[in-house]
């Protein structure tokens, strides 16, 4: 296959504070086994979702790029990039919003 799923968990903390916490986002890691075009269209990366009734706003998503060498390189929430093998896109996908004031 060429790409290999390093990590799939959930974003802990992510979700906004409230009376009822926001729902926390996934974080997922795909590894480049190959030379490849990498795709985001993803939304909710420079405003944080909103929390209702006085709850606080979820964390926003972001995404980056470890590169074979080491280096890190942070990309738009929608951008089209190149990856080589051993290259790893990481995606954190945006925390919900909180519902009613934290007690």
Known sequence: MPVRVE????RRDSGGDGQHRGGDGALRRLAARQAMTVTLVSSSRLHTPSG???GGGGAAGMQWIDRADGSCEGIGGVAQTE???GDAVTIATPGGGGYGKAR
């Not at 990590?7 to 959930?10: G, I, M, P, Q």
């Open 7 to 10: 990590e799939f968990s959930v």
């Open 52 to 54: 209702l009734a006085g």
């Open 83 to 85: 990856l080589q093998p």
